[in-house]
């Protein structure tokens, strides 16, 4: 939890203490009010143990409370990514183990940096561990009252709840394929809305599916004894007359790869295959917070790719909702075949004004930008400047892969309108299967969020996110739909 005041008290156990390089000495004059800790500092200073440097910390006991003087780098350039890792580091010192207030003094007052702060903080110390043994005693470092040193305003309360958006987000990718199903997410998603007077909701189970011809969807979740879903929430925050945004979640809550069965080393993280659906479940919880003035309509296709003799089969050709055949060449590639149906089910009936669909879509992504950029793929140059802006704001980053005419002749089947599967080796497989997608649009512009590389951190961390879902999307998309308020 984060609580803002407008200037340092050092009346809590612990103070974190930001200083850039260079100004050390003047800055932390100016800062640090309490005569004690000034000297302190002073002469850790003057011993010159501690000089401001990117990442340099040094712990002091002052007037029995903990202090921990943190380098944020050279004054006036820090890096905003680096930043946010420096507090997450400073946040999770093992010399706050055993304390659960503390001050955070920042080095600036610059509003970006601000953020940033409140972002290593809320992102750097969030860690899945409902599954680990409880430590005595103290709060989980995301748990614990961070007192920022610096006025309160509207950006800062914002930055605050669009990180609680991010931690649902994370959590539900996080959480066990077994616990967070279809009927999970639905009722996560009913739970948020509750109450809410302009907001509505459709749901399609199994049964409507069946009776609307969403067949691609179907033919995804027929191995799984658990209920496909289409959610869609329609939020109404700007009036009647406005157009809609809609964003689009892949929600595969488990992928074997079906019979094409993915091998040992590809399946352990595939309860993350959901992360673009979680994203658009954690930006509805923060729309509603926010309580944004535009018009959003929240989609989550929901699947399980499951094995078994009632799973669907290579080579077999289904009908998707808007009539296209699709021949099913790799079962692996089922996120498409949801969202395909999802796009056209929702272009259909609900005329946004455009779409943004999240997928953790294709390993060729990854090949192609790694793990720190979604690849973004559109066919509306407006769309993705505004997607990409949103982007580089948020830290949420993306990069622009083409979509030309051409491309589309690389899914076209022998047998069926289309085939799910792109050039052979996989080559050029992120572009080929937003192709496929762009295929299920007719004029809506439409941006194609490909967060396969993003969403998950398999490992012992990157930047300031530490193992598992990074909630990637969730502040893009926030970020996105309030710049169009
Ligand atoms: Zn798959």
Redesign the pocket.
């Known amino acids: 939890m984060i609580r803002f005041q407008s200037s340092p008290k050092f009346d809590k156990p612990a103070t974190i203490i930001l200083l850039d390089k260079g100004q050390t000495h003047k800055k932390a004059f100016n800062v640090i009010t309490n005569a004690v800790l000034r000297d302190a500092v002073k002469a850790v200073i003057d011993a010159g143990q501690f000089h401001g440097e990117e990442r340099e910390t040094f712990p002091l006991i002052v007037n029995n409370k903990v202090v921990l003087l943190v380098g944020a780098g050279e004054a006036g350039k820090t890096n905003m990514t680096a930043l946010r890792g420096i507090v997450r580091q400073a946040a999770l010192s093992s010399a706050f183990k055993k304390i659960n207030d503390i001050e955070v003094v920042p080095h600036s007052r610059d509003e970006q940096a601000v953020i940033a702060i409140i972002e290593g903080i809320l992102i750097g110390t969030y860690s899945w561990d409902k599954y680990r043994k409880a430590p005595e005693k103290t709060l989980r470092p995301i748990e614990k009252n961070y007192i920022l040193a610096v006025a309160a305003k509207k950006e800062y309360e914002d930055a605050v709840i669009t990180c609680q958006g991010v931690s649902l987000t994370r959590n539900l990718i996080n959480e066990n394929a077994d616990i967070s199903t279809s009927d999970f997410l639905e009722a996560t998603i009913l739970g948020l809305v509750r109450g809410k007077k302009n907001v509505a909701v459709e749901i399609l189970n199994k049964k409507e599916m069946k009776a609307k011809g969403l067949n691609l969807h179907l033919a995804v979740n027929q191995g799984s004894p658990k209920e496909p879903k289409l959610i869609i929430v329609k939020y109404t925050g700007a009036g009647k007359g406005k157009g809609y945004t809609a964003i689009v979640g892949k929600g ?1 809550t488990f ?4 019979l094409n069965l ?1 091998p040992t080393g590809h399946m352990e993280t ?1 309860r993350s ?1 959901m992360s673009g659906a979680a994203a658009v479940i954690g930006t509805l919880k923060n729309a509603l917070a926010l309580n944004l003035k535009t018009n959003i309509i929240f989609v989550t296709a929901i699947a399980e ?1 499951c094995i078994g003799s009632l799973a669907f089969k290579p080579g077999d050709v289904f009908r998707g909702y808007n009539g296209k055949t699709v021949e099913i060449l ?6 498409r075949l949801v969202l395909a149906d999802a796009l056209a089910y929702v272009e259909k009936n609900y005329k946004p004004s455009r779409f943004i669909d999240l997928a953790t879509l294709t390993g060729a992504c990854v090949i192609a930008l790694g793990y720190d950029y979604s690849g973004l793929v559109s066919n509306d140059d407006e769309l993705a400047k505004d997607v990409l802006a949103a982007a580089s704001e948020t830290d949420d980053r993306a990069w622009r892969l083409p979509s030309y005419s051409e491309i589309k002749d690389y899914v076209k089947s022998e047998i069926a309108d289309l085939k799910n599967v792109g050039l052979p080796k996989g080559a050029g497989g992120a572009i080929t299967a937003a192709e496929f997608l762009r295929s299920f649009v007719n004029d809506t512009p439409w941006a194609h969020l490909d967060i396969a590389g993003t969403s998950f951190v398999d490992g012992k961390g990157r930047f300031y996110y530490g193992h598992g879902a990074t909630g990637s999307g969730v502040r893009l998309l926030t970020a996105f739909l309030k710049n169009k308020e």
Do not use: C, V
């Not at 992928?255 to 079906?258: E, F, L, M, S």
């Not at 790799?330 to 996120?335: K, M, Y």
């Open positions: 595969i992928d074997t790869g079906g993915k595939m295959d790719n790799n079962t692996d590639a089922e996120g």
